[in-house]
């Protein structure tokens, strides 16, 4: 069994920063890419970033220059550093991560439970 637990949404005036961390537990055998995603209320849910296994990384235009990705693979962690943050980045923001088990050859996507970023004006 496999568990992401993300940690670091809250409620914080436009301009500031937040951290998110997202750490996944249990039989893991390997990670590949690993994200971020996020819905605000009545949209759909977007992609934020990801990051490969080999690093690459890739952001949604909206974040680009303000958001970074980042994994510490020993701990099984990846993190969202948000800087600048403005108004629209309100949403419930999702960590998932493709994995492999111990059990299975396949990968598997896994995803958090979500965790709020509110921000006011």
């Known amino acids: 069994q496999v568990q992401l637990v993300e940690s670091g949404g809250g409620l914080v005036p436009a301009g500031s920063s937040l951290t998110l961390s997202c750490t996944a537990s249990?039989?893991?055998?390997?990670?590949?890419?690993v994200g971020w995603y996020r819905q605000a209320p009545g949209k759909q849910r977007e992609l934020v970033a990801f990051?490969?296994?080999?690093?690459?990384?890739n952001y949604a235009d909206s974040v680009k220059g303000r958001f970074t990705i980042s994994r510490d693979n020993a701990k099984n962690t990846v993190f969202l550093q948000m800087n600048s943050l403005k108004p629209e980045d309100t949403a419930v923001h999702y960590c998932?991560?493709?994995?492999?088990?111990?059990?299975?050859?396949?990968?598997?996507?896994?995803w958090g439970q979500g965790t709020q970023v509110t921000v006011s004006s």
């Open positions: 249990g039989s893991i055998f390997s990670i590949a890419a």
């Open positions: 990051a490969t296994s080999g690093g690459t990384t």
């Open positions: 998932y991560a493709s994995i492999r088990t111990a059990s299975s050859a396949s990968l598997r996507d896994y």
